[in-house]
């Protein structure tokens, strides 16, 4: 059965720095592709960043683009997702999630099929 945990979340000020760390368990990690998504209430989930099998390859949604880094640790299992200059509009419940197919790299929700529990980032102003 495959698993992930996401840690990490928190209460922070504007303009501070989370990282939030998924371990996964029940896949061979290093086959997927991995994303980290967020939804704040009232919205649906979206895709925050991606990152390829072997971690070469990246990819950002443009609100996040240069504040915020994707990466993974092969050999831990875990993927990691380092947000910096926090905003109050960054307040969302974080996922990290795994595709339904290896050796993919999808950039649209519906072709991941293993999600985390969540966690809670807030974002004070």
């Known amino acids: 059965q495959v698993q992930l945990v996401e840690s990490g979340g928190g209460l922070v000020q504007a303009g501070g720095s989370l990282r939030l760390s998924c371990e996964a368990s029940?896949?061979?990690?290093?086959?997927?592709?991995m994303g980290w998504f967020r939804q704040a209430p009232g919205k649906e989930r979206d895709l925050v960043a991606t990152?390829?099998?072997?971690?070469?390859?990246?990819h950002y949604a443009d609100s996040v683009k240069g504040r915020f880094t994707i990466s993974r640790e092969n050999a831990k299992n875990t993927v990691y997702l380092q947000m910096n200059s926090l905003k109050p509009e960054d307040t969302a419940v974080y996922y990290c999630a795994a595709p339904k197919l290896a050796w993919t790299w999808p950039w649209n929700r519906y072709e991941y099929a293993t999600w985390g529990q969540g966690t809670q980032v807030t974002v004070s102003s």
């Open positions: 990152i390829s099998w072997g971690g070469s390859r990246t």
């Open positions: 029940g896949l061979t990690f290093s086959s997927y592709a």
